[in-house]
């Protein structure tokens, strides 16, 4: 069931100002909504998974746009490379060096988990 048709106008309203504000006490204000009443509400399984659903998508759309966007910013520091300023192109060869040094260490970690889990699963199976 959509949790969202129990909530109110008010309380739709005041998680949109909620997840907007850099605190609690900013979008209580925002929405003109006590924090007593947002804490109280908080204590509503609908409410508090309307807040998770919106926030979990404005975080999805920043990520989104920040994948889109990894290309772009790649291209300018290779670029910086070839700048005129040492002290530009110093930066930039210590940002790319530090950047493909924790790309590695990702992609290692993944690799150690997803044995990890493929242990995991082996010794699961040997049990009754």
Same mark, same amino acid.
């Given at each position: 069931?959509?949790?969202?048709?129990?909530?109110?106008?008010?309380?739709?309203?005041?998680?949109?100002?909620?997840?907007?504000?850099?605190?609690?006490?900013?979008?209580?204000?925002?929405?003109?909504?006590?924090?007593?009443?947002?804490?109280?509400?908080?204590?509503? &399984?609908?409410?508090?998974?309307?807040?998770?659903?919106?926030?979990?998508?404005?975080?999805?759309?920043?990520?989104?746009?920040?994948?889109?966007?990894?290309?772009?910013?790649? &291209?300018?520091?290779?670029?910086?490379?070839?700048?005129?300023?040492?002290?530009?192109?110093?930066?930039?060869?210590?940002?790319?060096? &530090?950047?493909?040094?924790?790309?590695?260490?990702?992609?290692?970690?993944?690799?150690?988990? &997803?044995?990890?889990?493929?242990?995991?699963?082996?010794?699961?199976?040997?049990?009754?």
């Amino acid at each position: 069931m959509d949790g969202r048709k129990e909530l109110t106008d008010r309380q739709l309203s005041a998680i949109s100002h909620l997840i907007a504000a850099p605190s609690i006490e900013q979008g209580c204000k925002r929405a003109r909504v006590s924090k007593a009443a947002v804490y109280e509400w908080l204590k509503n &399984e609908s409410f508090k998974a309307e807040l998770k659903r919106q926030r979990d998508e404005l975080i999805r759309g920043a990520l989104d746009s920040l994948k889109v966007n990894v290309s772009k910013a790649t &291209e300018t520091l290779v670029k910086l490379l070839d700048s005129k300023s040492e002290p530009i192109r110093a930066r930039a060869a210590e940002d790319i060096i &530090e950047f493909a040094q924790k790309a590695i260490e990702h992609e290692e970690l993944e690799k150690r988990i &997803e044995a990890l889990e493929e242990r995991l699963l082996q010794q699961g199976g040997n049990h009754r």
